[in-house]
């Protein structure tokens, strides 16, 4: 009996623990700002890689390893792409108010006053 009380009340501390960030006021404004940052860093990422890829190429067509015809063709359409991504990245919008959460613990520096 005594073990049954126990297990219920561990159960409801545990999901007290999973859904009380869930009830706060400000939960889906937190949600909002950091979906948005994730979408932000998951653009620059792919716009970086794409870069790359262009670096990569021009690489390779200077040493022979593309043709004309081809070095052309993935080109452009890498360019297509990553302006595409940065359009995408213009369009977001302007970063809201810092989360509420953990925060980054002190680099040790002196702090202003």
């Known amino acids: 009996m005594l073990a049954a009380v126990v297990l219920i009340l561990l159960a409801a501390a545990l999901l007290w623990y999973i859904a009380a960030p869930l009830l706060r ?3 889906l404004e937190r949600e909002r700002v950091v979906s948005a940052e994730s ?3 998951e653009l620059q990422s792919r716009h970086a ?3 790359a890829s262009l670096a990569d190429l021009e690489e390779d067509r200077g040493t022979g390893k593309l043709s004309d015809e081809d070095y052309e063709r993935l080109k452009e359409s890498l360019t ?7 359009r ?3 369009a977001l919008p302007e970063p809201g108010p810092a989360p509420l959460g953990p925060r ?4 040790g520096g002196e702090t202003s006053a």
């Open 49 to 51: 890689m794409l870069l």
């Open 39 to 41: 979408e932000a860093v």
């Open 25 to 27: 006021p400000d939960a």
């Open 104 to 107: 980054p613990l002190d680099s």
């Open 88 to 90: 995408k990245i213009d």
């Open 80 to 86: 297509s792409r990553a302006v595409e991504v940065m």
